[in-house]
């Protein structure tokens, strides 16, 4: 006997699949300009020119955003991997674009000391 799901159970279910996986296009743009601001982010942040104290932290922001902005549509998109990413996911891939940019941002600073 097969049982006989009720409306609001397939709503649930249609919300569920919704909120998890098949983004549409504009939202994967968005998760692809968050994590390539994020790595640009921990770039500027570290640098040599823009990671000093005399370089005050809103001009670090907007230089991000400004190169985040610029290099966006050069970056390639990614096969299938956008498409059903999840939260816990997504902030693992923040963190790996995080650690990306510190370590360039570090290593650019290296030469100087």
Do not use: H
Not at 54 to 75: D, G, K, M, N
Not at 77 to 100: C, D, Q, R
């Amino acid at each position: 006997m097969k049982e006989k799901k009720s409306k609001t159970d397939s709503y649930i279910i249609k919300i569920n699949q919704r909120n998890l996986g098949n983004f549409d296009s504009y939202s994967i743009n968005a998760f692809r300009f968050v994590l390539i601001l994020v790595r640009i982010g921990g770039t500027c942040f570290l640098a040599p020119v823009f990671g000093s104290k005399s370089v005050p932290v809103r001009i670090r922001v907007w230089t991000a955003l400004f190169v985040s902005i610029a290099i966006f549509p050069t970056v390639p998109t990614s096969s299938g991997v956008m498409e059903n990413i999840t939260a816990p996911l997504f902030v693992l891939y923040a963190l790996k674009e995080l650690t990306v940019g510190a370590i360039l941002g570090f290593l650019s600073i290296m030469p100087f000391m």
